[in-house]
Nanobody, 130 residues
Framework: QVQLVESGGGLVQPGGSLRLSCAASGIREHYYGIGWFRQAPGKEREGISCIGSSDGSTYYSDSVKGRFTISRDNAKGTVYLQMNNQKHEDAAVYYC???????????????????????WGKGTLVTVSS
């Protein structure tokens, strides 16, 4: 049974930092991509970052590029999202998801589509407030 468990969410001040973790288990494929998505109230789910395991390639949306960094520890089966210089618009529920087709992240016309992901975690809330 595949499980993706996010942790590390919480309250952060504007300009502050948080690190999210996504612990993956039960994935039979040796290579898979892990993506981070977020959804704010009243908005669509947005794909913001992804990391492949076959080549270590990464993807960042324009909204987080230069502020967020994705990394993975394959031995621990965990992917991290370091979020720096947080802004009010970063407040959302953050989800991690697995793409088990090919070990790389599926990026279509510059976007990370939620429909390409096969398994999802339940999310962790990030609040940005002073």
């Amino acid at each position: 049974q595949v499980q993706l468990v996010e942790s590390g969410g919480g309250l952060v001040q504007p300009g502050g930092s948080l690190r999210l973790s996504c612990a993956a288990s039960g994935i039979r494929e040796h290579y898979y991509g892990i993506g981070w998505f977020r959804q704010a109230p009243g908005k669509e789910r947005e794909g913001i970052s992804c990391i492949g395991s076959s080549d270590g390639s990464t993807y960042y949306s324009d909204s987080v590029k230069g502020r967020f960094t994705i990394s993975r520890d394959n031995a621990k089966g965990t992917v991290y999202l370091q979020m720096n210089n947080q802004k009010h618009e970063d407040a959302a529920v953050y989800y991690c998801a697995a793409d088990v087709h090919g070990g790389r992240c599926t990026v279509i016309r510059g976007d990370l589509p939620a429909g390409a992901m096969n398994f999802w975690g339940k999310g962790t809330l990030v609040t940005v407030s002073s």
